[in-house]
């Protein structure tokens, strides 16, 4: 952790998005803008889910 905030990377320590998740993961993006702690999984999850809900109205 001290490492973490001495070099700056500690920025990039987020919480995942997902309310049934909420691992801490570190942002890789090069935008810093990473939601999710796995795209395959949690982000997948996500985008199903509204992908579905589109499709049903």
């Known amino acids: 952790m001290a490492t973490a905030v001495a070099d700056g990377s ?6 995942c ?3 049934d998740c909420r691992w801490a993961s570190r942002d890789t993006s090069r935008s810093g803008g990473g939601r ?3 795209m395959a999984v949690c982000g997948n999850r996500h985008k ?5 809900r589109r499709q049903a109205d």
């Open 36 to 38: 999710w702690c796995s």
């Open 17 to 19: 998005a997902s309310s």
């Open 48 to 52: 199903t889910r509204a992908y579905r």
């Open 10 to 15: 500690l920025k990039r320590l987020k919480l």
